[in-house]
């Protein structure tokens, strides 16, 4: 019979859909360039010329059943090689090719760390604000995701409850950095910290516990942010990437777990990954797309459009009022609602065509992303509409 | 911790991987051309033209944002649409776009499929001989396979066994036609008759079975074999695909699940498929390798090889005094063994540099399997070997 659980699960629709939904809808009214979109999390900038021409050239020269042919279910050994030689060059690790777990996303390598290090009943931890896609990556295989409250002064950790919740049932830690919706960047001493009570209770409770590390953000940093490559910091740390943002290539689908060599049973861990993947029916990214992944690694898109938006919606609305930490990378900033109840926030400002989302369902009240990966003129059209707003609805 | 039931997969090397690993090295001593493998089941003709063609076109004419961009999850609405189309023209179903949902390759789709419509505990049966990755695509999702017994005669389905196997817990029931390893095609006798108990049975416990279809092989049938569409017969299947063998791209990952318009909640199920991705980390085939397959839905690869290759080897094989019921499709075929271990005989093989897979991971014992995905010349030359090795070791 079918599954009541996935019916179920079609009847709630997420408050960023319904209001990209409600944008598309809008546009088709007034034309699409009136509305002030910051609905969506897309990149708004091309993937490099490199990346199509690689692609082109693996299409021309490459014999098709070796390009178009199975990869090892881990991952095309030479690719995983270049990646772990890029990560050891960019970030002082010793990682080897055996070290790398291709995947669809990083939505397929956080599945895959999720299954490698915990069991069903175990508890997730991660923090308020979070990506609400945690809720069924996580709930689904079984674990528990608990979010520990958000430290809203800064939008770094807020050590002392992730200390308190940090209990026995934790298998896994699950950190965002840059972090999805806030922006920010978490601190060379936030982690430093993270990883000094996760080492305790570690001996403490004796067992391991893991960091799962999503690092999809980890290219767009702005100018003098300190944003340190966490696995630095912890030994038993699972990064997870996906070049959905530094290369522009969402649908593409493709990224990777890097084990940290000093982690337990670090040379097991990417074997084991294939090992989870023959139950999720997930067997690996398409090879085309690792081959030329690997040919463009230390490129990404141009982009500086994001910090240039950031700082313009950063003034415009410091000036207008709004409390907000400045974003230390992605390309979201979470500024204070400037009424309690961010919802209705929300609805006023569809008013002046500005789509923003409420905090909710990120795990925080009160607050809202504006996802600035937008073309910077219509940024520069939208700071009136801002101006508007807050003049009529809140003086 | 990291979880054990994964660290103890690790343990177990399939036969097959075992067999391939040692054609590889013997292919080192002797040159690979020498070496008789016939292990693995890959493709062995290129890709066509047209995918290639599409691909770079795709690449150079389209906006990168757009061709790059997420699709749905559910897969990009006008992919769906014209393989909805496609199946209709070809097989006389009614299937809209919301019947189709996109996955990586056939074990995406076989890991939504069974999500879909089994809880952990149920039963999902299959006929032996069966892929043995069946056993991990099933049980890691906490349902069980059971192996109704092979029906040895015409590798057709024992019903008599199946009618008494199918009990209330069965959930599913997951048939591979044309099969790996038998290269059987089901008979429109076989599937009426299938369809019949699955309906006494639905009705007699009062609750939906499933069919669950799996078909990577289903454009590679031979002259005049009776090899129907088996959603045609019974409502309530979901039909899995993959264009792996039927286009040469296996690593390219692309394939669905495709919902009979008359199953209960046919419209839904789409939709269930993509909230079960959400757990899974599965989210979408790459899109670029959506909309290229998109374009050259009525494309083969020139798959004439493998008749031709089953013809030669069918006729030596018989002549030699081996029982085998003649493949109706595929690239296998899986005669009986001159001596009752298969394990033993695939042994003494080897040293004639003729790689078999025994059968018993197939879930039969005394039979082998023989991938023909090879290049003609080489069948040719595997004759003499196989005259050599029945003549010294079985006269």
Do not use: W
């Not at 009022?321 to 390309?331: Q, S």
């Amino acid at each position: 019979m079918i599954v009541q659980k996935y019916k179920d699960m079609l009847q709630g629709k997420s408050v960023i859909r319904q209001l990209s939904e409600f944008a598309t809808a809008r546009g088709a009214e007034i034309g699409y360039e009136n509305v002030f979109d910051y609905s969506l999390g897309n990149p708004s900038v091309p993937a490099p010329k490199e990346f199509t021409d690689t692609m082109i050239r693996l299409l021309q020269e490459r014999d098709p059943m070796e390009l178009h042919g199975y990869s090892q279910s881990l991952g095309i050994p030479a690719v995983r090689e270049k990646i772990a030689e890029s990560l050891n060059k960019r970030f002082g690790m010793q990682y080897t090719g055996n070290h790398i777990f291709m995947t669809t996303g990083a939505a397929g390598a956080i599945a895959h760390a999720v299954r490698c290090v915990s069991q069903p009943g175990d508890e997730i931890l991660t923090f308020a604000p979070y990506f609400p896609e945690y809720g069924p990556y996580i709930n689904l295989t079984g674990a528990q995701l608990k979010v520990v409250p958000a430290d809203t002064d800064n939008f770094q950790i807020n050590l002392e409850a992730f200390d308190q919740m940090l209990t026995e049932k934790v298998a896994a830690v699950l950190i965002n950095t840059p972090n999805n919706p806030s922006g920010t960047a978490y601190s060379t001493d936030t982690v430093r910290r993270l990883a000094q009570i996760m080492t305790e209770k570690s001996l403490k409770y004796g067992h391991d516990i893991f960091l799962i590390s999503d690092e999809p953000y980890r290219e767009i940093v702005f100018a003098g942010v300190d944003a340190p490559y966490p696995s630095r910091f912890y030994p038993n740390t699972l990064s997870c990437y996906s070049f959905s943002k530094s290369l522009s290539l969402p649908g593409e689908r493709i990224g990777y777990v890097a084990v940290n060599p000093e982690c337990r049973d670090a040379e097991l861990i990417s074997a084991m990954c294939s090992q989870i993947s023959r139950g999720t029916g997930h067997n690996c990214p398409p090879s085309i797309i690792q081959l030329a992944v690997a040919e463009v690694l230390e490129l990404t898109s141009d982009l500086s459009v994001y910090e240039t938006n950031m700082n313009l919606l950063y003034k415009e609305l410091t000036a207008l009022g709004f409390e907000c930490v400045k974003p230390g990378g992605t390309f979201y900033m979470f500024p204070k609602a400037l009424e309690k109840d961010a919802v209705m926030f929300s609805e006023k400002a569809k008013k002046y065509d500005l789509i923003l989302v409420p905090s909710d369902s990120f795990g925080v009240e009160g607050y809202f992303r504006i996802a600035y990966c937008i073309g910077t003129e219509k940024v520069e059209r939208s700071l009136d509409a801002f101006r508007r707003f807050v003049r009529n609805e809140y003086k």
